[in-house]
């Protein structure tokens, strides 16, 4: 199974006092890379069974432009919000084929914790608008092979027009 691991894109800056975390936005730049990294998803032949995504609006904004460009539904789920990690993973992957793909949209550093815990170690940074693929090699206990870390820059040159 291919697990995909796609962090959101830039969103707005937090402005105290008012500051609400939830209800932060995709800025215009968050939305024309992730447009294009839609792109290259089409490009690259990425069509993931499932796509999850985390509740909080950047997240969310983030998934709905990449589930477009790839013609699939968006389920929203709380387990792919802040504190996602690696036991989360296995029920939402648990009735899913090995030979299909499954994308998490979701933040950081909790993305980033999870790509290496199941590729065994190693230090992991997923930029914003970056993604990890993880092919998933046992389910009991779960472990994968990290097979490519897409940098948002990557992603924008595969799927520019």
């Known amino acids: 199974m ?3 691991f796609f962090r959101h894109g830039h969103a707005e800056d937090a402005q105290a006092p008012e500051f609400d975390d939830f209800a932060r936005n995709l800025t215009d730049k968050g939305v024309e ?3 294009a990294a839609g792109r290259a998803l089409v490009r690259l032949g990425i069509k993931p069974a499932r796509l999850y995504s985390s509740p909080r609006v950047r997240a ?12 699939v ?12 990690n690696m036991r989360m993973v296995g029920p939402l992957v648990s009735d899913i084929n090995n030979e299909d793909a499954v994308m998490f949209v979701g933040h950081e550093p909790d993305l980033s914790i999870t790509v290496s815990a199941l590729a065994g170690g190693g230090e992991v940074e997923m930029k914003k608008g970056g993604m990890a693929r993880v ?12 097979i490519s870390l897409f940098s948002p820059r990557t992603l ?3 799927g520019e027009r």
Do not use: K, W
């Open 156 to 158: 924008e040159v595969i």
């Open 2 to 4: 291919q697990l995909y």
């Open 73 to 84: 539904e968006v389920l929203v789920r709380e387990e792919v919000n802040f504190g996602f």
């Open 60 to 71: 969310r904004q983030t998934a709905d432009i990449l589930a477009s460009a790839l013609g």
């Open 135 to 146: 092919d998933l090699i046992a389910r009991s206990p779960m472990r994968g092979i990290l």
């Open 33 to 35: 890379r992730t447009q």
